[in-house]
């Protein structure tokens, strides 16, 4: 390696060399700082948020045992677990326990409808933000003439279930979690519009969203979306076109299921039905299987809508939509 002969360095050398550097240097920061600023807003804007966590699997298994109590307590009652029925009270009882032993705070709602005692179950899970409210909610009634295992055990056992996988999972939602089983729907949405009636103008601002579910494992399904809020509809349909279930928007039960009384009141409301006395459509047939010109549940309002009267492959699917939903909104 050549060596090089070096200058001597006099202080006033050194100052000045010292000078240089300083001088070459500040530009050279000014123009680092000047990129942060510029860059630093860009880059956080690209940040995204963290996902939400995803729902659990939901074994339709789980679901179904909880038709087959329901379907045992309407047998023990005369057939029926409709509203006034001691075959009703049995059926709340029936959830609140599994509810309260999951750690929900539990609350039994009375009211009155023709002149029979009427009870929603309200359970809340603990946490979450006091300022947003994601509701989920169906009836728990059956008509009279039969045990209602579709019409509404299907949705009450799914919304169950979903609940208690909130518990296994110790989710910490960052909005509040509620879920509700509504009385005497069949006699006029009784007890849903009970409860909106009673809820204060700022309790009603704070529900986030209502999500209803009536019907949700019709023997001959269809896989129904509510249209009445665009990002609760969104949420569903995103959910079933990723496993490339085809949806329709839901009409038959417009205005007829508990929804309606939130809507009513200013809250977004959305759902999921799977079909009542409605004719498939050969259509309809060809994209969700199933028995076309035959009504989506012949057993509608019948005392053949039994624990038989369930399609298990609907009634998961639903459940999986119901669970995906509530994690995503309640995140």
Known sequence: MTRTTRTPRTPDTARRT?????????PALGAAALAAALLGPIAGAQATAPAAPAAPDIPVAAVKAHLSQLQSIADANGGNRA???AGYRASVDYLKGKLDAAGFTTTVQEFTRNGATGYNLLADWPGGGTEQTVM???HLDSVTEGPGINDNGSASAAILEVALAVSKAHLEPSKHLRFAWWGSEESGLAGSRHYVKGLSAGDRGKIDAY????????PNPGYFVYDDDARLEKVF??????????TEIETEGDGRSDHAPFKDAGVPVGGLFSGADYIK????AKKWGGTAGKAFDACYHASCDTAKNIDDTALGNNTAAIADAVWQLGS
């Open 237 to 246: 349909k995103d959910h079933f076109a990723a496993k490339n279930i085809a």
């Open 211 to 218: 999500l209803n579910f009536d019907m949700i494992g019709s």
């Open 83 to 85: 509203h006034g029925t």
């Open 18 to 26: 010292r000078s240089a550097r300083i001088r070459r240097a500040a």
């Open 136 to 138: 989920t909610g169906a």
């Open 281 to 284: 459509t050969a259509e309809q």
